[in-house]
């Protein structure tokens, strides 16, 4: 028998799991897993299981209305910024109180929680109280891709489901099954890192390999003057726009299904303000993961020119410089998930990135 949690690829534990529960809910959840983890289609799939009276047969009216955003008993919490900011905190706890329109529950969905730790804003209390005594009919479902030690009053409010990373092979499969040659699938799924939805991205885009040329190649040029550094963040910058035009392909296409799907029954599609807000969710992190995919591509040079330089006697100065420079880079990873400013992000680490 399918459910909606078959679409959960790799995932048979975590699938089993949220079956259980999605019959008998506890009032919060934790679904955690290591980036790449696809915590957001699990939350999505519990969520329908917990309203449709078949426990999420992935057919009903009610199953599709929760998985295309629209279920006004299903509320995933905007965030505006990086960080969680308290009034979206308090937003959460506001809807958490309100009855359900329909039978099933009141859920609230709050995406990538340890962003409630900036160190600036107290957010953590503030989501306590949010999780403190919820009304018997709403259930909470926070996901997290790592867990540091200041969220474990949190976790221990929470039944924890735990997701696993996919294996490249196992990424590849999913995509041999979308129908992609077993090439592009090995491709993609190398470049992805685990992650089907960026995985699926990037098999309809042939410029990838161009892309992580531009930050493999950028080092070469890059001498500390803020002129060689401000062309090659430029450059960078350019490649994060190219980017994301395979997503936003993919985005629309989904929208138009969805449209043709409504058009199907004799109606209109709903929500479409909702789904557009978490199509550009989505385009926001996937600049992220194209960051992070860039950094990892520099770390590789400055790996490679640091072993250069220690089997050379007189490479200690070669060394040092590598070193500084995966500094710089391990300190840009870092400031991603913080910074709103990718412009001076990238501006800061070609700057401290100069050659030896
Ligand atoms: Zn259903």
């Known amino acids: 028998m ?16 949220l079956r259980h529960h999605a019959r008998r809910p506890v009032h919060a959840y934790l679904l955690s897993g290591p980036a790449g983890a696809d915590l957001a289609s699990a939350a ?27 279920d006004p008993d299903v509320t995933l919490v905007a965030r505006s910024g990086i960080a969680w900011r308290i009034e979206e905190l308090r937003e ?7 009855r ?14 340890e962003r409630a730790l900036d160190a600036a804003t107290p957010a953590t209390p503030a989501l306590l109280k949010t999780l403190e005594e919820p009304p018997s009919r709403t259930v ?17 409010r929470c039944v924890e489901v735990r997701l696993r990373a996919l294996r490249p092979d196992e990424v ?34 042939p410029d990838v390999g161009a892309r992580l040329e531009i930050w493999r190649e950028a080092p070469r040029e890059l001498n500390g003057t803020p002129a060689a550094a401000a062309r090659v963040a430029e450059r960078w910058h350019a490649s994060l726009d190219e980017a994301l035009a395979p997503l936003v392909a993919l985005q629309a296409e989904e929208l138009a299904r969805r ?32 960051i992070r995919a860039g950094l990892q591509t520099l770390a590789r040079v400055y790996r490679d020119r640091l072993r250069e330089a220690l089997d050379d006697e007189r490479g200690a100065d070669r060394a040092r410089a590598a070193l500084a420079a995966l500094d710089a880079i391990s300190e840009a990873g870092e400031r991603i998930t913080t ?5 001076l992000l990238l501006y800061d680490l070609a700057l401290a990135l100069r050659s030896p």
Request: proline letters at 3%; aromatic letters at 2%.
């Open 172 to 205: 590849a499969a999913a995509l041999v099954a979308d129908g992609a040659s077993r090439e592009e699938a090995r491709a993609a799924a190398e470049a992805a890192g685990g992650d089907l939805r960026r995985a699926r991205v990037l098999r309809r885009d």
């Open 259 to 290: 449209e043709a799907a409504a058009r199907e029954v004799g109606g209109r599609l709903t929500g479409r303000r909702e789904i557009e807000e978490a199509h550009r969710r989505e385009q926001r992190r996937y600049r992220v993961e194209e």
């Open 140 to 156: 909470f479902i926070l996901t997290a891709h790592d867990l540091p030690p200041e969220l474990e009053t949190i976790v221990s």
């Open 2 to 17: 399918s459910d909606v949690f078959d679409t959960l690829v790799g995932q048979p534990d975590a699938a089993a799991a």
């Open 92 to 98: 959460a706890e506001r809807v958490g109180r309100r």
């Open 44 to 70: 999505l799939a519990l969520a329908a299981a917990m309203q449709c009276e078949e426990h999420g047969c992935g057919r009903c009216d009610r199953c599709r209305r929760v998985l295309d955003g629209r």
């Open 100 to 113: 359900p329109l329909g039978a099933g529950r009141q859920v609230v969905v709050l995406e990538d929680i």
């Open 339 to 343: 910074s709103m400013n990718e412009s």
